[in-house]
């Protein structure tokens, strides 16, 4: 078979390397792709990113697969282009995209289906959002409607605090669009969880779960960044959460994946809340999480793609997922001054013992040579019978990678 494995993020060179591991697989062309891609077993980069271009080169290569990593493709309506042309590819159709494409979209999704989430008012005029403050309880959450780099979702103490967030979403305009409509929401306390789960549109099968670190300082201190280092499972998932998890969020987003008839064949990944008051829905994704790829596959037994063709084939519900036993822990290695300034184009060197526990994120290959190109680098996954073991394999593993100015929290999977 050939592939074409949309992406170029950690995410997908860990899609490369699990996918690559089936015998059926020939080729895997990576479009973009990224340093990790470009070295990785039967893959090759394309520098191709226009839906209409991939679409013209899965039909000039007889692409036998599209799989997408990403969510801006989906949500621009990849999926759609290629089932036009007859081709066949794994991901949610545009209008199921929406469910991480608009905040506005994916709330109103939830209250008519009846998925826990918290309670919120949306906005088109800032104007009436500010008159709304008046009334409000602090700390509360404001959110961008539309995609904004993950930075659309701003947590406010104060009034004041408020008042400039609208202000620089509305007004200012600071996404280009994507904040000219905001919904304001009650704040929730507690743990977030990601629940990544697979869908054919008959049933949706949760992957383990898993626990993001998404600041850039030990003890979860510092600035948000793309995420620091994942632990998967995610200890606070009990058995008690993912029953109500399973009653409150998935089986009413199941329900209304079903009503809205989406032709929805791909992932779906709910971030979730633990409060005290049980597991609240903070939003979807429609692909799989960054970081949180590179532990889970890493801890998936069953073949990828033939997963991946179950979803394809709707015969999701009789395929059992086989997991390794323990856990896996994830360290991403940036370059210092991330998510700040920071330099690039420093070699980067991974001893080949590790290279099944490396997922280059931002690293290209320049003049031959591996060389830092982003602010998160690489993740280091280490595997274990538990999550002790698991952070200190991963720990461990991080001795035989360098780059100049290497940063990486030391906390990983603390809790
Ligand atoms: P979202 O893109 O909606 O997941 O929001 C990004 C991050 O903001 C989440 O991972 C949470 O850490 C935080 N967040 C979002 N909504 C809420 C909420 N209602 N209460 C508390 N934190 C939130
Ligand atoms: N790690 C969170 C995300 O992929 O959205």
Excluded at 77 to 90: M, N, P
Excluded at 167 to 180: E, H, I, L, P, Q
Excluded at 397 to 404: A, T
Aim: aromatic residues 10%; hydrophobic residues 40%; charged residues 25%.
């Amino acid at each position: 078979m050939k592939l074409l494995l949309i992406g170029s993020g950690g995410r997908e060179h860990a899609m490369a390397w699990k996918l690559a591991q089936n015998h059926k697989v020939e080729k895997i062309f990576v479009a973009p792709g990224n340093g990790g891609t470009a070295l990785e077993n039967k893959c090759e980069n394309i520098n191709i990113s226009d839906i209409n271009e991939l679409v013209n080169f899965a039909k000039s290569e007889k692409i036998n697969l599209t799989v997408v990593g990403p969510e801006d493709p989906l949500i621009k309506g990849v999926v759609d282009a290629f089932k036009k042309e007859g081709l066949k590819v794994f991901g949610p159709e545009q209008r199921a995209a929406m469910l991480e494409g608009s905040k506005s979209y994916s709330k109103v999704f939830m209250e008519k289906y009846g998925v826990r989430t918290a309670k919120y008012e949306e906005f088109y005029d800032h104007i009436k959002a500010i008159e709304y403050l008046k009334d409000c309880e602090y700390p509360l959450v404001i959110k961008a409607d539309g995609l904004a780099a993950g930075k659309g979702v701003n947590i406010c103490f104060s009034k004041k605090e408020a008042e400039d967030t609208i202000y620089s979403f509305m007004v200012d305009d600071v996404f280009n669009g994507a904040g000219k409509k905001i919904i304001i929401e009650e704040f929730l306390e507690g743990v977030e969880a990601s629940i990544i789960s697979i869908t054919d549109s008959k049933v949706i099968i949760p992957f383990i779960s898993a626990k993001d670190h998404k600041q850039i300082l030990d003890g979860g201190k510092g600035p948000n960044t793309g995420g620091m280092g994942v632990i998967a499972p995610n200890p606070f998932v009990s058995d008690e959460v993912l029953v109500d998890f399973n009653e409150n969020i998935l089986k009413p987003t199941l329900k209304g994946i079903k009503e809205e008839g989406y032709d929805y064949k791909g992932i779906i990944f709910f971030g979730v809340m633990m409060t005290k008051k049980g597991a609240y829905l903070l939003e979807y994704n429609v692909r799989l999480g960054d970081p949180e790829t590179q532990s889970l596959l890493s801890l998936m037994e069953s073949d990828f793609l033939e997963l991946i063709e179950a979803s394809l084939d709707e015969q999701l519900d009789s395929y059992n997922i086989k997991w390794h036993e323990g856990a896996c822990c994830n360290v991403v290695l940036a370059s210092k001054g991330y998510p700040g300034n920071f330099e690039k184009g420093y070699e980067i060197t991974i001893d080949d013992k590790v290279k099944n526990n490396v997922f280059i994120a931002g690293g290209q290959i320049k003049d031959g040579k591996l060389v830092t190109a982003g602010g998160r680098v690489l993740s280091v996954v280490g595997l274990g019978k538990t999550i002790e073991e698991a952070k200190a394999a991963a720990y461990k593993n991080i001795d035989n990678v360098s780059f100049k100015d290497m940063y990486f929290r030391k906390d990983i999977g603390d809790c």
